[in-house]
């Protein structure tokens, strides 16, 4: 059963100098199997599992945080918003709630994250729920993809939410989603108390490689799920990557919305639905 209210969580980032190291603002919740939840850019930690207390009500421990320069966190030394930086934080949290091995379930960002982890230390992942990736190495570098996150960028340093989102073109998303991902866009980039500390990590996660080539999840050893959005609601994140992805982590089981019409809401948006799938893979941890 879930505990009472969330207890809040501050740690010291994974891996910067002395004096200078980010803090990273968290809570947990919930007693049973730890669960970490890991978000994506621009987001914070309410934004995985969408508030939902599913996770704690079956039986798990849920500890989320927000990434270095995001929501609650200090900003990092230096544009230090790379993925070794973002793993070394993540193993950092570990570390400091006492998790020998969790179940890591993360949204883009946060998934390429969770993956760098359990490729550097697999000791220490039990799971992974792989949700909404975006990273491709073969087309990463891509110098149209990088100038469309350096406009996001500016227009956040620019001009706060108002900015990020005329860069962001909601013109091109397709009418069934528009309202919502307007909705959604505003609120989470209200969240951040440092959005200069996010406009960085805009210019700096999309040149960062979590890992080299996709052959390199042929080695993930754990039970996986990867959760995949078809492209009229999340172009973002091509379902192609997602199938990608659960091709070559061994066992991986692919989830993806039902196709329409109507068209139906991707499963990564539906809080409870998405932590029902968390609550069943880590029944299957070794």
Do not use: C, K, N
Request: aromatic letters at 4%; zero cysteines; hydrophobic letters at 45%.
């Amino acid at each position: 059963m879930a505990g009472p209210e969330p207890r809040e969580l501050s740690i010291a980032g994974g891996d910067a100098p002395p004096g200078g190291r980010t803090l990273l603002s968290g809570e947990e919740s919930g007693e049973g199997t730890p669960v970490v939840l890991l978000h994506g850019l621009t987001a914070t930690r309410r934004y995985v599992v969408m508030g939902s207390r599913t996770l704690e009500r079956s039986g798990h421990r849920v500890v989320a945080y927000d990434a270095r320069g995001h929501g609650r966190s200090s900003p990092a030394t230096d544009r230090a918003y790379g993925y070794e930086h973002l793993a070394a934080d993540l193993l950092a949290v570990l570390d400091a709630v006492q998790v020998e091995r969790a179940v890591l379930a993360g949204a883009s960002m946060g998934a390429h994250t969770a993956l760098a982890l359990a490729l550097a230390h697999p000791e220490r992942v039990a799971a992974l729920a792989v949700i909404t990736p975006a990273y491709d190495p073969d087309a990463h570098g891509d110098a149209l993809e990088l100038a469309r996150w350096d406009a996001l960028a500016a227009g956040l340093r620019g001009g706060g939410v108002e900015g990020f989102l005329a860069a962001y073109d909601l013109a091109a998303v397709p009418d069934r989603w528009r309202e919502v991902t307007e909705t959604v866009l505003r609120q989470r980039l209200s969240a951040h108390e440092h959005p200069s500390a996010v406009a960085d990590a805009l210019e700096v996660v999309p040149r960062s490689r979590p890992f080299a080539s996709i052959g390199e999840l042929s080695s993930i050893g754990v039970p996986a799920i990867v959760v995949g959005s078809r492209d009229e609601a999340d172009p973002g994140h091509p379902l192609r990557v997602a199938e990608r992805y659960a091709a070559a982590i061994p066992g991986a089981r692919l989830l993806v919305e039902e196709p329409g019409p109507p068209p139906r809401s991707p499963i990564a948006w539906q809080g409870g639905q998405l932590s029902r799938a968390i609550a069943d893979l880590a029944a299957e941890r070794p």
